[in-house]
């Protein structure tokens, strides 16, 4: 917990941004009536019967300090999609950066074997140069600000 705390008081550094990543997964539903009209001060009503329509991951992508934040959509939340996550972090959204400070949880595919898994040794060893990772401690995921944000995502929408 204390290295979480002390990444975060660290000065603003465009060198070295901080980027906190989470995950989530989403039903997909698809509405089986049409909804009741919204009438001034109440919200359109949904019925509670839904077909399901699959299951999408979320990564939330979010640097604090930067002010900025991006959800990247996929399929699955596997040990490749975490990999092409970080490589997205890396080449597009941070390529400036002479590395990245990562706080992530300590979930099974967070780990750099993942790149290995997903790109060529050269390629992998790359990337985990670019990233200096710090992990919230076990159920202390709490403590990763990418949580908070899809918290209140999932809170607003």
């Known amino acids: 917990m204390e290295d979480i705390l002390e990444v975060y008081h660290r000065p603003h550094d465009p060198t070295r941004p901080l980027v906190c990543i989470d995950e989530t997964s989403k039903q997909q539903v698809q509405e089986t009536r049409a909804p009741l009209p919204s009438q001034p001060g109440k919200p359109k009503r949904y019925d509670y019967e839904y077909d399901r329509n699959g299951v ?15 959800v990247k959509v996929t399929d699955r939340r596997t040990n490749v999609d975490w990999a ?22 300590n979930l099974n595919t967070h780990k750099p074997a993942a790149l290995y898994e997903a790109f060529a040794p050269e390629e992998a060893r790359r990337i985990v140069e670019k990233l200096d990772w710090h992990y919230t401690p076990k159920h202390g995921s709490w403590l990763d600000m990418a949580e908070i944000e899809l918290s209140v995502l999932q809170r607003q929408c």
């Open 56 to 70: 999408s991951n979320l990564f939330m992508i979010f640097a604090p300090l930067e002010g900025w934040r991006h």
């Open 84 to 105: 092409h996550c970080l490589k997205e972090v890396v080449d597009v959204h941070f390529p400036e950066a002479d590395q990245i400070v990562l706080v992530s949880d």
